[in-house]
């Protein structure tokens, strides 16, 4: 992505709140492998991994953990906030990593595998991975749902148009739905022991314009944002406001609750 992530205060601070896994769900994969071969917890690589935010959450798990990602804007960001001794950063494509054949014990993709070569992201996965090491890739849905006194079904209302005004704009490598994307990729892994889940939601609180910042973040309205500046202002402003008179609030600053909703497949290499 050749997108500049980081513009604005409620934006950055939207992005590294947020566009990260959650722990609950690091702890799921950690317990998936726990399960497998519990003593194997070497070197995890988090392919595709940005700041890095997602990438240090392993650190407390793994001697080593390496983040690798296409961009190196992206990787200049990840020291500043996701530094641990344990935890390194190396720029590579997906499709290539700097491993040895079946050195790594886990690779995890959290919010990027739509973007790569998926098929050779797979059959790079499956090079560096040893015998019953594990493949994580998460994501989630799009379209974050509002949660705010009994106003909830309005807000989402708003919400909904704010997506579809966003949509022409998506990649066309991505089409409409990642979660599509996810579900192909899973059903082409050949190993035996995988699962799909899909059922994680994750409520977080934050002020109503950290949502709107979150919402920025991603490449849809940056896309909106590089071809029509003034267009993409106005349709924040536009559900700015439609949102706080639903909540008959003033400021933006009112908090209210997101619910994102994770999907994800875990598989162990046999
Ligand atoms: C939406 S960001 C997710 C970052 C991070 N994993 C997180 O959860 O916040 C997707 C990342 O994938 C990276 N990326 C896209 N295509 C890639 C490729 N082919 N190889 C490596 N990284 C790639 C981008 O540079 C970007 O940092
Ligand atoms: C990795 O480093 C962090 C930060 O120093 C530490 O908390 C963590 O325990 C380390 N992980 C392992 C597995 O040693
Ligand atoms: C690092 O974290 C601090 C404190 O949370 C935050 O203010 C700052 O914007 C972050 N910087 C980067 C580059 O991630």
């Not at 739509?114 to 090079?127: I, K, N, Y």
């Not at 993409?232 to 400021?251: T, Y």
Request: with cysteine; charged share 20%; hydrophobic share 40%.
């Amino acid at each position: 992505m050749a997108v500049r992530l980081f513009e604005g205060k409620d934006h950055a601070a939207a992005y590294l709140q947020f566009r990260v896994a959650p722990r609950e769900l690091i702890s799921v994969i950690v317990s998936y492998m726990g399960k497998r071969t519990p003593k194997q917890f070497n070197l995890a690589v988090d392919v595709g991994c940005g700041s890095g935010q997602g990438t240090i959450l392993l650190a407390p798990y793994f001697p080593k953990v390496v983040g690798t990602d296409i961009s190196s804007a992206q990787l200049e960001m990840a020291p500043i906030n996701s530094s641990a001794p344990n935890v390194s950063y190396r720029q590579c494509p997906a499709e290539e990593l700097p491993f040895a054949s079946g050195e790594v014990d886990l690779v995890t993709a959290m919010t990027a595998a739509h973007w790569f070569d998926r098929q050779r992201f797979l059959q790079e996965a499956d090079r560096v991975l040893r015998p019953g090491g594990c493949l994580a890739l998460l994501s989630y849905t799009m379209d974050m749902e509002l949660e705010y006194g009994d106003v909830s079904n309005t807000l989402n209302d708003i919400c909904k148009e704010f997506y579809t005004a966003l949509l022409p704009f998506r990649n066309p490598y991505i089409g409409s739905s990642s979660h599509k994307i996810y579900l192909d990729m899973f059903d082409s892994c050949s190993y035996p022991d995988k699962e799909w889940n899909e059922c994680l939601h994750v409520k977080w609180t934050l002020p109503l314009s950290g949502y709107i910042g979150m919402v920025e973040t991603f490449s849809s309205y940056q896309k909106l944002k590089v071809k029509d500046p003034a267009e993409a202002e106005r349709l924040s402003e536009d559900i700015r406001s439609k949102l706080l008179s639903a909540m008959k609030a003033s400021s933006p600053d009112q908090e209210v609750t997101m619910v994102v909703k994770y999907f994800y497949w875990l598989a162990c290499k046999p």
